[in-house]
């Protein structure tokens, strides 16, 4: 079981800049690869971006160019970095971890909402 905790939300102007941290409760060396992803109102989850245990990044097309994941292995954290913010990025950002055979396993954590206002 993997546990982890999201931080770094709130209400920004556009424009602005936010940096979201995800916390492992274990090291997450052990973890295949982790990402963020987010939920707009009345919309699915969606994937932003993961960066696996090797460091490898993906990023959805809508997440290039103004978001950067990046992980401290030594802090067992990972961040997404985010730029310019618009008000399309209002959402409720998730945490994901992947581990086991064929990432099999996942879990999330409780979410950070994000809120930009124009």
């Known amino acids: 079981q993997v546990q982890l905790v999201e931080s770094g939300g709130g209400l920004v102007q556009a424009g602005g800049s936010l940096r979201l941290s995800c916390a492992a409760s274990?090291?997450?060396?052990?973890?295949?690869?982790m990402g963020w992803y987010r939920q707009a109102p009345g919309k699915q989850r969606e994937l932003v971006a993961t960066?696996?245990?090797?460091?490898?990044?993906n990023y959805a097309d809508s997440a290039k160019g103004r978001f950067t994941i990046s992980r401290d292995n030594a802090k067992n954290t990972v961040y997404l970095q985010i730029n310019n913010l618009k008000p399309e990025d209002t959402a409720v950002y998730y945490c994901?971890?992947?581990?086991?055979?064929?990432?099999?396993?996942?879990?999330w954590g409780q979410g950070t909402q994000v809120t930009v206002s124009s």
């Open positions: 994901n971890a992947a581990v086991g055979l064929g990432n099999r396993y996942n879990f």
């Open positions: 274990e090291t997450i060396f052990s973890i295949n690869s």
């Open positions: 960066i696996t245990s090797g460091g490898r990044t």
